[in-house]
C-alpha cells in the first residue's frame, strides 16, 4: 500500500480483451439476508498468493497443483492478489502491476481462462477451504475500459486531464502507472459495487481483500459493504488492507496491523519488548467485537520492497520467534507464498520471479508454521482466549502476553536469556512447540526463541 509494487510475468501475457460493462448482465440481485454463520470468518488462517511466483507455469492450474501443500499449512482461506488484465499503458517496471487494472470483469489469460478460475475454486471448495481475490477501488490503469466508456467516473485536474491517486492526507502519490476514480459521482460508486457483487454471483468467491481501502472515502464503504455482503446469502470475508479501526467498524472483518508490525521490527532493532505488547492491548480495546487484526510478518508489499522475514530478523530462527509473537495475538494469521520454506528471495512484483520452494530447511520450517497455525486456529486459549500481559524481569528483551491459559515468551535478540515470569508459579508448564517441561518461574530462553507454554495437565 504505501508504495505501489507490482510486477508481473516475465514475458508479456496476452490480456483477455477489455470486457465493457454493456456487455455484462450486472443488474442488481434480489437482496439477500447474509447468513449468521460466519464462524469461518474469525476461525481463518489466511495463506497470500501471487499466482504468477507461486508455481512453475504460473497460472490458475499450477496453483490447483499446490492447494495441498497449502491446506497441509492449516491454512483455509486463499487469497489471490490481483488476477484482472493489467495496465499496458505508462505501466512501471518491465511488464507494469497487477494493482493497475484494465477491467474489473475479466480474467487475464496469462493465468487461464474463466473455466480455469472455476475449476480453481471449486477444488478450493472441495476441499473444504474459501478463495478470496484482491479488489482495487480507489484506482484503475489509464487504459481500464471505464477511461473511455465512463471517462465521468474519474477524477480531473483543472485542465481536464486524469491524475494520479491523491492519498488521505491529500498529496499526490508516486503511483503513476494509474488514476484516481471519482467518489463524488453515485455512478461510479454504483458501479464499483455491482462489479465487486458480480464477482461474489458469478465466480462462487467467498470475499475480497481491498487494496488501499483508506484511499476510498468512508462513506462509500457506509454503502458497499452492506450491499456487498447482502449480494449473495453466504457470509463472505472482507479484509480492508488500512490500519484505522474506522474500517472494522464500518464492516470490514479484519484490518492490517501496520503499527504492529511497526513495533515488532523496532523490537528486533533494540526497542523495550514491553512496549509492543502495551501498545497491542491499547489498540485493541477500541477494536469492535465483530473485527479483527490480521496477523503477518510479510507481504507482497514488505517482501517487494524490503527483506523477507529470514533475513529482517536475522535468521531462520528470528524468523519465526517473529511469527509466534505476531500470529498467536488476537486476530487471525497471514502466511506468504515462500515465507512457509523462509525463502531469502525479494519477491518483486514487476518481473516474474517463481518461489524457490527447494530451501535447505523447508521441511522443518513447514512443520514449524503449521504448528503456529493450528495452534491460532484450533487452540481455544489462542481462538478465543483473553489477552493481557505477562511481568517479566527482563522487559527489554522478552515479549511476554498471555492468551487465556497460555502464556507466550518470545526472546527477540541474539543471545540465550534466564527471565523470571510472574505467574507461572510453582505449576508444571509445557513448551507445546518443544514438548519440555518448565518448572518454576525462572525460564531459559535460547537466542531468538519462542516458548508457548500450556499448563502441563492440558492434552494436545
Not at 434480489?30 to 497460472?59: L, M, N
Not at 489509464?142 to 492519498?167: E, F, K, M
Not at 492490517?256 to 502495551?278: C, E, H, I, Q
Not at 487471525?332 to 520471479?353: C, K
Request: charged share 20%; net charge negative.
Amino acid at each position: 500500500m504505501t508504495t505501489r509494487l507490482a510486477g508481473f510475468l516475465a514475458c508479456v501475457p496476452l490480456l483477455a480483451a477489455p470486457t465493457s460493462f454493456a456487455h455484462r448482465d450486472l443488474a442488481p440481485a434480489p437482496a439477500h439476508t447474509a447468513s449468521a454463520d460466519t464462524a469461518w470468518v474469525h476461525h481463518c488462517a489466511i495463506y497470500e498468493v501471487f499466482v504468477t511466483d507461486f508455481s512453475p507455469s504460473g497460472d490458475f492450474q499450477g496453483l490447483i497443483r499446490g492447494l495441498g501443500r497449502i491446506q497441509a499449512l492449516g491454512a483455509n482461506v486463499i487469497w489471490l492478489m490481483p488476477i484482472q488484465p493489467l495496465g499496458v499503458l505508462n505501466h512501471k517496471g518491465t511488464l507494469g502491476s497487477p494493482y493497475a487494472i484494465r477491467d474489473y470483469l475479466a480474467i487475464d489469460s496469462a493465468f487461464g481462462t474463466p473455466a480455469d478460475f472455476r475449476a480453481l475454486v471449486r477444488a478450493v471448495h472441495e476441499r473444504g477451504m474459501k478463495i478470496i481475490i484482491d479488489w482495487v477501488p480507489d484506482h484503475t490503469s489509464w487504459d481500464n475500459v471505464w477511461v473511455t466508456q465512463h471517462p465521468d467516473y474519474y477524477v480531473r485536474d483543472a485542465h481536464g486531464n486524469l491524475t494520479v491517486p491523491i492519498d488521505p492526507q491529500g498529496h499526490p502519490t508516486n503511483w503513476s502507472d494509474v488514476v484516481q476514480l471519482d467518489y463524488h459521482n453515485p455512478a461510479l460508486r454504483a458501479a464499483m459495487i455491482d462489479a465487486m457483487s458480480y464477482w461474489l454471483r458469478e465466480y462462487d468467491i467467498d470475499g475480497f481483500r481491498v487494496d488501499a481501502a483508506g484511499f476510498v472515502t468512508p462513506d462509500f464503504w457506509r454503502e458497499a459493504v452492506p450491499a456487498v455482503r447482502t449480494a449473495v446469502r453466504r457470509p463472505i470475508l472482507l479484509l480492508a488492507e488500512w490500519g484505522d479501526i474506522e474500517w472494522n467498524r464500518l464492516g470490514f472483518d479484519l484490518t492490517y496491523p501496520w503499527s504492529s508490525y511497526g513495533r515488532l521490527k523496532a523490537v528486533w532493532r533494540g526497542a523495550p519488548a514491553d512496549g509492543f505488547v502495551r501498545s497491542e492491548l491499547t489498540d485493541l480495546q477500541t477494536m469492535p467485537p465483530t473485527g479483527e487484526r490480521m496477523r503477518f510478518t510479510t507481504n507482497h508489499d514488505e517482501t517487494a520492497n524490503g527483506d523477507p522475514p529470514v533475513t529482517l530478523f536475522h535468521g531462520a530462527d528470528g524468523a519465526r520467534a517473529a511469527y509466534v509473537a505476531m500470529a498467536l495475538l488476537p486476530g487471525r494469521p497471514l502466511l506468504y507464498n515462500g515465507q512457509e520454506v523462509e525463502s531469502p528471495q525479494v519477491l518483486g512484483l514487476f518481473e516474474r520471479q517463481p518461489v524457490d520452494w527447494n530451501q535447505p530447511h523447508a521441511a522443518e520450517a513447514r512443520a514449524f508454521y503449521t504448528r503456529i497455525v493450528h495452534l491460532a486456529t484450533t487452540d481455544s486459549s489462542f481462538v478465543s482466549g483473553s489477552f493481557s500481559a505477562m511481568t517479566t524481569d527482563d522487559s527489554v528483551d522478552v515479549i511476554a502476553y498471555r492468551r487465556g491459559a497460555a502464556v507466550v515468551l518470545v526472546n527477540a535478540r541474539d543471545r540465550a536469556l534466564r527471565v523470571a515470569v510472574s505467574g507461572l508459579g510453582a505449576q508444571s508448564w509445557r513448551d507445546v512447540l518443544s514438548h519440555s517441561v518448565q518448572r518454576g518461574d525462572t525460564v531459559s530462553l535460547p537466542a531468538y526463541r519462542a516458548m508457548v507454554l500450556e499448563p502441563a495437565t492440558t492434552t494436545r
